[in-house]
């Protein structure tokens, strides 16, 4: 059998080598502190068990820390990876699907209008709101999921669209309509169609 087919490292003997120098490096340690401290009683020697659970400690350490780590990383990236995946995801609509999706954003616009001739410019913003959300996911820019909140879908936006301001606009007056007091004025709503017409380039 040639000599190439055998393994030259393996994770096993990786870990074991690690384990073996952190041990040397402890041994190594106090067998300093042994030699800085006169004190001590000849053949002094740290216990086995001791030993075992300094390592046990270790280990145990290393191991928080790195899924620390990797949970600050997650943090950090996954808005990216959901937005790579969103892209990649199903980007298939049929004529029919096509069809049905530009209806409803239709629909939504018309009940906007409707509200805006009646007054209530809350519920006019809100359903431009929605309008840009089927839009949104009728283009494969992000998917339409009902657990999705206005930042989820502004950090999505940020790392995917240029320019993000007429977003920006309609996400801030709807949680605005969501968590906040203020009166929706007929300037807000056309702030909000303004925004709807630069992002479906109206």
Known sequence: ?????FEKTSWDWQISQLQQQVGEWIEYQFSRLESALPGLPPRWAISPWLGELLKLLFWLVLGVFVVWL???LWREFSPYVYSW?????????????????????????ARSQEFYRQGNYREACRCLY????????????????PSRTDGEYLQFLRSSVTP????????????????????????????????YREIAGE
Request: aromatic share 6%.
């Open 1 to 5: 059998m040639p000599t190439d087919t």
């Open 70 to 72: 990797l949970w600050l």
């Open 85 to 109: 995946m969103n892209r990649r995801g199903n980007h298939t609509p049929t004529g029919k699907t096509t069809i049905t999706s530009e209806l409803s954003v239709t629909l939504w616009l």
């Open 130 to 145: 929605q309008a840009i959300l089927q839009h949104l996911h009728d283009t494969g820019v992000v998917r339409h999921q």
């Open 164 to 195: 993000i301001q007429p977003y920006e606009t309609l996400i801030t007056t709807h949680e605005q309509l969501c968590f906040g007091d203020a009166e929706i004025l007929p300037e807000n709503y056309e702030h909000c169609q303004q925004a």
